[in-house]
């Protein structure tokens, strides 16, 4: 099994620009869920999803899509960067509420 | 909305030392999940605990959950340099299906 597998590994995006982050899981996990990490603030929920076709808003979804038309996909897209969007971008999965989250080994997004 | 804290937000000890962090949340919760995460890593999902005064033990690390459900402790007992990392709790309330994360607490031990 890969797990959750996110790409690109690390992207330097130009203010304004946009580009989706990617997240892919092979266990057949229902949630799913976008956290941003920053020195200091732990981790921060963006969005989430408990299945395909369904998704909510986390703390700080500002700036920030998301979409499941798949149960192994959550792609999260940024509509147009800023330099505030620089963080360490963390997808994770799970089976229901009541289990762990497996997370993906991460997106180290600059933007300049 | 939610929010869980952790303090100490910072500890260093020296191997051999106990350590413990605490987890504070400002809503009751359903359940509390703690993780690791090791710099430059991602987090690991450790354990959960779902019943009030909850106390499960993985060999040197005992984790707690309060009588209230709205706090919970790790204590790692005579700490190795293995234990370098940042330990977060992540909670839920009632029904909800997001996980809120501690701060985190980063510790770090030193032969």
């Known amino acids: 099994n890969a797990g959750v597998t996110q790409t690109p590994k690390f992207q330097v995006l130009k203010t304004g620009q946009s580009m989706t982050l990617q997240c892919a899981q092979d266990m057949n996990h229902e949630y799913m869920s976008w956290y941003r990490q920053d020195p200091g603030m732990g981790l921060r929920l963006i969005h989430y999803?408990?299945?395909?076709?369904?998704?909510d808003q986390g703390e700080v979804p500002n700036g920030y899509n998301v979409s499941r038309s798949t149960t192994e996909d959550f792609p999260l897209r940024l509509l147009s960067a800023a330099p505030s969007q620089t963080s360490v971008y963390f997808c994770a999965s799970s089976w229901t509420a009541n289990y762990g989250y497996t997370f993906g080994s991460g997106t180290r997004l600059t933007v300049v | 909305g939610q929010q869980v804290m952790q303090i100490p937000q910072y500890q260093h000890v020296q191997e051999g030392e106990d350590f413990t962090t605490y987890c504070n949340s400002s809503?009751?919760?359903?359940?509390i999940q703690w993780y690791k995460q090791r710099p430059g890593g991602h987090p690991v999902f450790l354990i959960q605990l779902v019943k009030s005064g909850e106390v499960k033990k993985q060999k040197r690390l005992t984790f707690q959950f309060g009588e209230a459900k709205k706090n919970s402790s790790l204590h790692i007992t005579a700490t190795q340099t293995t234990d370098v990392g940042t330990y977060f709790c992540?909670?839920?309330?009632?029904?909800?299906?997001?996980?809120?994360f501690g701060t985190g607490t980063r510790l770090q031990v030193t032969l």
């Open positions: 999803s408990v299945g395909a076709g369904i998704t």
């Open positions: 992540a909670g839920r309330t009632g029904t909800a299906s997001k996980l809120t």
């Open positions: 809503t009751t919760l359903s359940n």
